[in-house]
């Protein structure tokens, strides 16, 4: 299996498909990756846990707009040499089935994303590279039921379309939150995590943290992450008067003790395909708190069993949220040991790795 994505950051996707990577090796898949970038902070990781590692343009050279061509070249002879290629989002997805006359090997998409976006007005260029794809892909996998709907929504057939849930690796996210935090304020605090951008919400987490303020709830809140949405993020903070309680640490390598040691975790997002640092937080027993977008968080708090879910871009039920976690915080801490245990259970990366094998080889199967 070969994994097509664009470089080792430390973001989501990354992080996901070399986890996936190195739990199918251990369970016997030879399973590399294929990156547009060869860049990332993940990058020694994936060396020293012994994933074979494929580029098309190293790291000393920027990836421009005239790369293309060069990801093309390089992408068809590394893929011959594998079964099945899984590639994320449009740019590794459409090289993926563009090159199929040469490599003859099977596509599968990962949808991490709520793929209706792609039909909004002023997406034309998507959805025309959407068009000539999909029929040519031979499964889709979304990472949450919503994100597989989305899919289909957006014009893949529901018959390839298959929910295959992101995993953890608990072990070590456990052992890493134990780490000294990279930065933690003065007294409690709330916690958020996430690319700053308007997707993530965090413009709402900025005003509820000041409304639960003002209702005389004291605390900080810290949202670890870096984005274009900086600058304004801070400026909001300023204007509603709470720039000394909110802080912006940036990306933090291990962010995991901070969120650890948080009272409560904040998913404000008004998008989310399944919400990966949602599920580590409720992996590491913290209560957390999450916007019911059109997928991900209902379906890890099991309906908000796990969880208190608030409607997308309401303040004021954020807010109240917040103020009731951090007021009564026992009860709240005892649901969110039950909901560690069953993440624990329902989403390894063990389990993830397997399903992902078990799909993979019927399609590699059916070729």
Request: glycine share 8%; hydrophobic share 45%.
């Amino acid at each position: 299996m070969l994994f097509f994505f664009p470089n080792l950051s430390g973001g989501g996707i990354s992080r996901i498909n070399l986890d996936l990577a190195i739990a199918m090796r251990a369970q016997g898949v030879d399973a590399a990756l294929f990156l547009m970038h060869g860049t990332g902070e993940r990058w020694d990781e994936a060396v020293e846990a012994g994933v074979p590692i494929h580029f098309a343009v190293p790291a000393t050279k920027p990836l421009g707009r005239w790369s293309t061509p060069r990801i093309a070249r390089a992408f068809s002879p590394v893929a011959r040499r594998y079964d099945v290629i899984v590639a994320d989002r449009v740019p590794a997805h459409v090289h993926s089935v563009l090159a199929r006359p040469f490599t003859r090997r099977p596509v599968i998409r990962q949808v991490h994303v709520d793929l209706r976006a792609d039909t909004r007005e002023g997406q034309w260029r998507t959805r025309l590279l959407n068009r000539l794809s999909y029929p040519r892909t031979a499964a889709f996998i979304g990472v949450s039921k919503g994100a597989a709907e989305s899919a289909v929504l957006a014009g893949a057939r529901r018959d390839r379309t298959h929910v295959l849930y992101n995993g953890v690796h608990i072990a070590r996210v456990q052992a890493r939150a134990g780490e000294e935090p990279a930065f933690t304020p003065p007294r409690r605090y709330i916690v958020g995590a996430g690319r700053l951008h308007d997707d993530k919400g965090f413009d709402i987490l900025v005003r509820a943290h000041a409304e639960a303020l003002g209702r005389g709830v004291e605390h900080d809140l810290v949202i670890v992450g870096e984005g274009e949405d900086r600058a304004a993020l801070t400026a909001l903070a300023a204007r509603l008067g709470v720039s000394e309680t909110v802080h912006l640490p940036g990306f933090l390598p291990n962010h995991w003790p901070v969120v650890a040691r948080a009272s409560v975790f904040c998913l404000p997002s008004r998008r989310e395909g399944f919400a990966l640092a949602l599920l580590e937080a409720l992996a590491l027993g913290v209560p957390a708190i999450a916007a019911d977008c059109q997928s991900g968080p209902r379906e890890l708090f099991d309906g908000g069993r796990l969880g208190a879910l608030v409607p997308v871009d309401d303040v004021q039920a954020l807010a109240g949220a917040i103020e009731r976690h951090l007021a009564h915080p026992t009860g709240f801490r005892e649901r969110a040991k039950v909901a560690q245990g069953e993440v624990a259970e329902r989403f390894s990366i063990a389990e993830a790795a397997r399903q992902y094998i078990v799909l993979c080889a019927d399609v590699a199967g059916s070729r």
